[in-house]
């Protein structure tokens, strides 16, 4: 064996420590993610139980199949029901996840109604004027 061959086997045997140490690190993130996430939906289940209060200071992770249209933010059409496109669905649904300095959360509700879109688009366009301009995206 000549040293060019030496040097490019010990070259080759320190990478391979160097990439088993890169998986055992992501290995290690991925389990602190998981474990943060977990941490997270025990907070947010114990924050269900004691009324959902949030704590500025916390963190936590909301998630129900039930929003109401003050959740929303925007009134019920008048006459619209519940929309189910089969029997198990929720027709609404509330997620979230907040921490100290964030947070987010999306309120959804699926109604339907046997009047016609454009009366139903002009009812949201005003309700919704409320928070600013309103843009109609389906006009070109």
Sequence with gaps: M??????NQKRHGTRRGVNVFARFRRFGIFCGVLGGLALLVAS????DASGGAQDKDGAGVTFSKQATSKEVGLPVYTGAKPHKDEKE????VQMGIWGSSFGFK???????????????????????????????????
């Design 2 to 7: 000549n040293k060019k061959n030496v040097w």
């Design 44 to 47: 947010a289940a114990s924050a």
């Design 89 to 92: 669905d929720s027709p609404s």
């Design 106 to 140: 999306l309120a959804v509700m699926k109604l339907e109604s046997n009047d016609a879109p454009d009366k139903i688009a002009e009812f949201y366009k005003k309700a919704l004027a409320k928070y600013g301009t309103v843009s109609n995206c389906s006009e070109p």
